[in-house]
């Protein structure tokens, strides 16, 4: 099945503060990655590719702002531009168009009909 959620993150206002909060609470493993001002979070036994076991998804956080006010849920899809034009026929919005994160994939961000901030993923191919 397509369109898994796949990923969720969590806005900060303290980066050591939301990092030692979820390390120490949960157990989660955070990697910094200041260059892109987000924090890596594994929540389970993970390897290169994300998870190694059924059963949970990773995640990360980043700096409280606009559009991050609240927890969301990123979907995995096939194609963002596709999935975007979906969301618009249905009553949702484009908050941020897609952008490439590293060489990892792509990443947009959507309202949906009820407002709420949910992420997209799309895997580079190759």
């Given at each position: 099945m397509s369109n898994r959620v796949v990923h969720f993150e969590i806005p900060y206002d303290d980066p050591d503060r939301a990092s030692k909060f979820y390390a120490d609470t949960f157990g989660w493993e955070l990697t910094s990655m200041p260059e892109m001002g987000y924090?890596?979070?594994?929540?389970?036994?993970s390897g290169e590719q994300g998870p190694t076991?059924?059963?949970?998804?990773?995640?990360?956080?980043?700096?409280?702002?606009?559009?991050?006010?609240?927890?969301?849920?990123?979907?995995?899809?096939?194609?963002?531009?596709?999935?975007?034009?979906?969301?618009g026929e249905h009553g949702g919005s484009t908050v941020v168009e897609r952008e490439p994160v590293g060489d990892m994939g792509f990443s947009a961000y959507f309202k949906d009909s009820e407002g709420n901030l949910i992420g997209l993923w799309e895997t580079a191919s190759g």
């Amino acid at each position: 099945m397509s369109n898994r959620v796949v990923h969720f993150e969590i806005p900060y206002d303290d980066p050591d503060r939301a990092s030692k909060f979820y390390a120490d609470t949960f157990g989660w493993e955070l990697t910094s990655m200041p260059e892109m001002g987000y924090v890596l979070a594994s929540t389970g036994p993970s390897g290169e590719q994300g998870p190694t076991e059924p059963g949970f998804i990773n995640g990360g956080m980043l700096q409280r702002g606009s559009h991050w006010t609240a927890p969301n849920v990123v979907i995995d899809v096939a194609n963002i531009e596709d999935a975007l034009t979906a969301v618009g026929e249905h009553g949702g919005s484009t908050v941020v168009e897609r952008e490439p994160v590293g060489d990892m994939g792509f990443s947009a961000y959507f309202k949906d009909s009820e407002g709420n901030l949910i992420g997209l993923w799309e895997t580079a191919s190759g």
